[in-house]
């Protein structure tokens, strides 16, 4: 079931947001809808074994903090220096769009 959702953004923001996802021929519900969902129940690729995963459902390595792969149990741990260091960006990347640290 659809439902009208209201939020209140800044204006020069859903001006430009609407233009790009125009030209995307997207839709901003369509959007939201997936940030949304990305932030209630986020799913990953594991960065080793490629297989997506709830984090909801994976473990969190005591060692590093990073979530663990499911099926490979990879984590941070498993990375080599250079590679921890693009992985750890990347999730500080997505910790800054969603605002949180579950990611
Ligand atoms: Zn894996
Ligand atoms: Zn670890």
């Known amino acids: ?18 233009k790009k996802a125009s030209e995307q021929g997207l839709s901003l519900s369509k959007i939201v809808e997936n940030a949304l969902k990305f932030y209630v129940e986020p799913q990953v690729y594991c960065f080793k074994c490629g297989s997506k995963f709830r984090i909801n459902d994976a473990e969190i390595c005591p060692k590093c903090g990073w979530y663990k792969c499911p099926k490979c149990s990879a984590c941070a741990c498993s990375l080599g220096e250079e590679s921890a260091r693009v992985a750890f960006y990347m999730r500080k990347t997505l910790m800054e769009v969603f605002v949180s640290p579950e990611v």
Do not use: A, Q, Y
Not at 1 to 18: A, F, Y
């Open 1 to 18: 079931m659809k439902k009208k959702l209201t939020l209140t953004v800044d204006e020069k923001l859903i001006i430009e947001s609407k």
